[in-house]
């Protein structure tokens, strides 16, 4: 199957925060990403997480979210969208998917010998999960190890995983999950992850580290044409 990903648009109609991080031009962006995908014929579109950013009010937000909603809703290619940092620390998860369509919503999929696993580590140490007005992006942590355990035991064919945050140790480690290295033995174990895909680290990564390949996107917002179409 294919496959079109994207991650770190961080929409908000701010202007830019740092020079690479350019926000408000990410709508045309991902408008133009899901162009590419339409004519390579992608199975699925995934986002990677923050899809937005902060803005100036929560209306602000809200309409943020809802503008990029038409885009991913008048695409011919089906949509699942992680959430991101940024997205949790404006929105609460139940929220951040009824305003952007529940169809978005990621959910462990197979399709044919192909596995596609998503993880969300939007979560403290403390095992609790970010809320609105919540900002410390670097306690970030993914309490359903004996659940992920389960699922890919059960798994047969290619395994392909889908987070935001890094738990590839080539990334900076203040991007990374506190429990990264467990994280990184489960996938190990299980025998039949080939890639895991993630966003967060803007300025993006690759590399192979005991037979899996870590891919981390570079960042919508700090990138021109920042889109990956792979084949799995
Ligand atoms: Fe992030």
Not at 136 to 154: A, G, I, M, N, V
């Amino acid at each position: 199957m294919k496959i079109g990903i994207f991650t770190d648009s961080h929409y908000s109609s701010r202007k830019p925060i740092t020079l690479g991080r350019d926000r408000s031009r990410s709508l045309q962006k991902i408008k133009d990403a899901y162009k590419v995908f339409e004519k390579e014929n992608c199975d699925l579109a995934i986002c990677l997480g923050d899809l937005t950013d902060e803005d100036d009010s929560y209306e602000k937000e809200v309409e943020n979210l809802l503008k990029i909603s038409v885009v991913m809703k008048n695409t011919s290619v089906p949509t699942m969208c992680v959430m991101g940092n940024h997205d949790a620390f404006v929105f609460t998860v139940d929220d951040f998917y009824k305003l952007l369509g529940e169809e978005f919503r990621p959910e462990n999929k197979t399709f044919g010998d192909v596995n596609l696993v998503f993880i969300d580590a939007c979560y403290f140490k403390s095992g609790e999960h970010y809320k609105p007005g919540d900002e410390d992006w670097r306690d970030t942590f993914y309490p359903h190890t004996q659940e992920l355990k389960e699922h890919l035991s059960s798994l047969e064919g290619k395994t392909y995983v889908f987070m935001h945050q890094n738990i590839d140790p080539g990334c900076d480690k203040s991007h990374r999950l506190a429990n990264d290295e467990e994280i990184r033995n489960i996938l190990e174990n299980c025998g039949s992850v080939k890639t895991v895909y993630q966003g967060h680290y803007h300025c993006g990564h690759e590399d192979v580290v005991n037979s899996i390949r870590y891919m981390t996107q570079i960042a919508m917002c700090s990138n021109e044409n920042a889109y990956l179409i792979e084949e799995l």
